[in-house]
């Protein structure tokens, strides 16, 4: 007990920080900041699992992200039957020629030696293929992008519940994973960062300007909860009972019978609204939890200590029999893995898939920042760091605010510096996060709770 | 006549715009590649120290053009410049003493150099979003064309017109100018050898009494210098937007590595690799196709070969199979 005091420390901090948003702002507040900071806490394991087990720098985390996200939308939007008759076969012939393609380079790859004229070959192959594949689906691509482009214009998903998407998510992820691990996973700490980095901005292409997959730019708005809506919520009379019980105290103070029922319709109003983020808190929560178990347990296993081996080093580890090739790669496909569950989480969180909103900064970058700043190699400082940044990235605006206002107190409030500071609050987060970053690298580069391995 | 008109036209849209934005990716990439040479990190602040320097250089046109300095036709900008690079090389000065020099002294791996420069890229970035605000800026001023499409039209008689701004031609004559004095500062001069020296091996320039604080006080110098004019050539044919810049940092990676990264003059032609790629792929042939070919044969569609959506995802793709193939480099050969 006594040697995790500072974890349950920073833990109740982290939780008392939030309450107090909840009794000082909202509660509605406090529970999506929670509800963020379970999804952060998801993708910051992930890149843990890369960054603290095994050293694998990954900047490619937006690109994950969006895997998930599109995983929510082909899992759970209903097919768009029109669009499937008017270019589906299209479509499926250019996944098979897309296979064909993929085939033929590995005949090539395992067939001859390694010289030019492979070289050669390949490329040939690649650009043809392009060629004809762009000639293949093009009518099919037009075709389905015309079908009611206002609401459709793409061939929609399976129609499932949403919550498979988690799983297909992770799936996804993992194989795009698999295919940069085994390309890119050769290459020096720094090259793997840009070349995964760039990388995922060709994901992110991808998802943007394919609208007969994606809808592109237009989004996908509307999509399928695992928790009940508000508005039925609010309907149902066990819930308004149950409102009515927590808030009796309250409500007996108001005599006339009227203005109880409006006071009563109000709470229920939020009320609904705080219980529907509950239910995704309970979600998320289970899916943090089930996954700190998996992480922790692999952590302090043989295949764990393996891992910490050939982070350490590579050549000792090699030396000593370890498949440093197969176990990077493995390592790489499961952190991208999990990063993609937490991709599908946040889609089905907001109930939209915006591609538009996948930024490097906000994606890749601020979660780097979270591993960092909480203690990478610790999943318990990987966890807090998640929410430690994201209750600053929300809160910051507000405490900016604040700060501009203590500052500039003495100025006149038309002031042209106290209204270009305000305007330029929003601003002050990547400031904090900066800061926070450079002074934690500097004064603790371990992060707030440092790796700590004991041999059981 | 068609053969002319065929010319023409892939000049007007693919070889000047090219020439241009390759010229902006080289001087950002030779800042990359100098940084990676002689520091050893790379430096994801790339795009927002750029912004930074231009930045500094608006808010100098903007009070020159206040107070009615102007150089008539060519663009105030040009005088903003070396001001703005006084503050820019400042700034570095600074951002090293406070944040880089400790991790160098204590000889941190580059991994770690490389985390640090994301925090100075979130601060840079801060700081230019407070300071001049997220929005698109444009502070250029005087001639904007050098020639114009429909004058060339009616001076030549071709159906094709080629327009040539003005920005184009300043940016490639000042990046020439630029690059050659940088390469024959490291090339020539006795500093500028022993900057090679120490990025090629640093123990034994240490040895030979190199001193590594002037090593690198001068670097962060040029680098400066670099981002600020880089920047503001970008601002200048383009818009000034952080954003923008943010994301121009991925092309400058992908030319610096393309062209072998830690060498300058990889560097300088990774850049119009880059440019030339990007626009070549991305371009539509179809009126090309139609002076050339005979009429029976003209092509239906665009004849593009990848929508320009994809213009970014070309660089990296080349810059990939750059990584797998030759990781050194397309010109690969001695370091700096």
């Known amino acids: 007990m006594r040697k995790n005091l500072n974890v349950i420390a920073a833990y109740s901090i982290m939780m008392g920080l939030i309450i107090l948003v909840g009794i000082f702002q909202s509660w509605n507040i406090a529970l999506s900041i929670f509800n963020l900071c379970l999804i952060s806490a998801v993708m910051t394991m992930g890149a843990n699992i890369q960054w603290g087990y095994a050293g694998l720098i ?115 992820a993992g194989g795009l994973a698999f295919v940069i691990g085994k390309v890119a996973l050769g290459l020096r700490a720094d090259y793997l960062a840009i070349a995964t980095l760039l990388i995922s901005e060709i994901v992110i292409a991808i998802i943007k300007h394919e609208d007969w997959l994606t ?14 809506y508000e508005v039925n919520l ?117 109930g939209l898939f915006t591609p538009g909103s996948y930024r490097p900064m906000r994606y890749t970058f601020l979660i780097w920042v979270m591993v960092i700043v909480g203690g990478s190699g610790n999943n318990f400082g990987a966890i807090l760091g998640g929410f430690v940044v994201w209750f600053l990235w929300i809160e910051s605006a507000p405490i900016g605010l604040y700060l501009v206002n203590l500052t500039t107190a003495g100025l006149d409030d038309t002031h042209f510096l106290k209204v270009h500071l305000i305007e330029s609050v929003p601003y002050f987060r990547f400031l904090m996060m900066g800061a926070g970053l450079l002074l934690i690298m500097r004064y603790r580069p371990k992060g707030i709770l440092p790796e700590k391995i004991e041999i059981k | 006549m068609d053969f002319v008109n065929a010319i023409i036209l892939l000049l007007n849209y693919i070889f000047v715009p090219a020439l241009a934005y390759g010229s902006q990716l080289a001087l950002g990439a030779i800042f990359v590649t100098l940084i990676y040479g002689i520091l050893r990190f790379a430096n994801f602040a790339t795009g927002d120290m750029m912004s930074f320097g231009t930045m500094f250089t608006i808010l100098f046109t903007w009070y020159l053009q206040s107070v009615g300095i102007g150089l008539g036709f060519l663009p105030t900008a040009l005088i903003a410049i070396p001001f703005a690079i006084i503050f820019m090389v400042g700034y570095m000065l600074l951002i ?37 605000g997220p929005s698109d800026r444009r502070f250029f001023d005087g001639e904007k ?43 020539k001069t006795k500093t500028g050898k022993s900057m090679r020296a120490y990025s090629d091996n640093e123990d034994l320039a240490l040895l030979s009494g190199i001193d590594p604080k002037k090593i690198v006080m001068i670097t962060w110098i040029i680098a400066g210098i670099l981002a600020t004019i880089g920047g503001a ?51 539509a042939y179809r ?4 002076y050339v070919l005979p009429e029976s044969m003209e092509p239906g569609g665009l004849v593009q070969l990848l929508s320009t959506d994809y213009k970014f995802a070309v660089s990296f793709s080349i810059l990939v199979i750059v990584l797998l193939y030759r990781p050194s480099g397309i010109f690969k050969g001695k370091v700096l």
């Not at chain 1, 809808?215 to 996908?220: A, D, E």
């Not at chain 1, 200590?305 to 350490?312: E, G, L, N, Q, V």
């Not at chain 2, 009126?287 to 139609?290: I, N, P, S």
């Open chain 1, 58 to 172: 990954n900047f490619g985390i937006m690109g994950y992200t969006a895997l998930g996200g599109l995983a929510a939308v082909l899992i759970s939007v209903n097919p768009v039957q029109e669009a499937w008759s008017a270019g589906g076969s299209n479509i499926l012939f250019s996944l098979f020629l897309i296979i064909g393609m993929v085939l033929a380079v590995k005949y090539v790859l395992k067939k001859y030696e390694k010289t030019k004229k492979r070289t050669y070959i390949i490329a040939t192959i690649i650009i043809l293929g392009i060629i004809i594949i762009r000639f293949v689906s093009e009518p099919g691509i037009e075709a389905i992008e015309e079908v009611d482009p206002a609401k459709t214009g793409f061939l929609g998903g399976l129609g499932l519940p949403i919550i498979f998407s988690w799983i297909v998510g992770a799936l996804f």
């Open chain 1, 215 to 228: 809808r592109g730019v237009k989004n996908v708005i509307g999509l399928k909860r695992p928790a009940p």
């Open chain 1, 234 to 350: 609010q309907q149902t009379d066990w819930f308004i009972n149950l409102v009515e019980r927590f808030n009796s105290s309250k409500l007996s103070l108001i005599s006339d019978y009227s203005e109880r029922q409006t006071a009563l319709n109000q709470l229920v109003i939020e009320g609904s609204s705080v219980f529907v983020k509950l239910c995704y808190s309970g979600l998320f929560l289970f899916v943090v939890i089930i996954l700190l178990i998996l992480t922790q347990k692999a952590l302090y296993s043989p295949w764990g200590r393996m891992m910490r081996a050939i982070r350490d080093n590579e050549e000792a580890a090699n030396a000593m029999g370890k498949n440093v090739v197969k176990q990077h790669l493995l390592i790489f496909v499961l952190g991208s893995a999990i990063v993609g569950i937490a991709g599908a989480m946040l889609v089905t969180q907001d």
């Open chain 2, 96 to 132: 090293d003493k406070f944040v880089f020099k400790y991790y160098r002294v204590s000889k941190s791996p580059p991994v770690q150099l490389a985390m640090v420069s994301i925090g100075v890229m979130f601060v840079t970035q801060a700081v230019v979003r407070i300071i001049i």
């Open chain 2, 145 to 187: 064309f050098l020639i114009k499409a429909g004058e060339f039209k009616e001076m030549t008689g071709l159906n094709e017109g080629l327009a040539i701004k003005s920005t184009q031609v300043i940016t490639v004559i000042v990046t020439l100018v630029l690059v050659s004095t940088l390469f024959w500062f490291l090339n």
């Open chain 2, 233 to 283: 050539l970008y601002g200048l044919d383009k818009s000034f937007k952080p954003f923008t810049y943010f994301n121009n940092m991925l092309p400058i990676f992908a030319a610096a590595i393309v062209g072998g990264i830690g060498n300058p003059f990889g560097a300088f032609l990774g850049g119009y690799v880059i440019a030339f790629s990007e626009i070549l792929l991305t371009y």
């Open chain 2, 287 to 290: 009126k090309f196709f139609m």
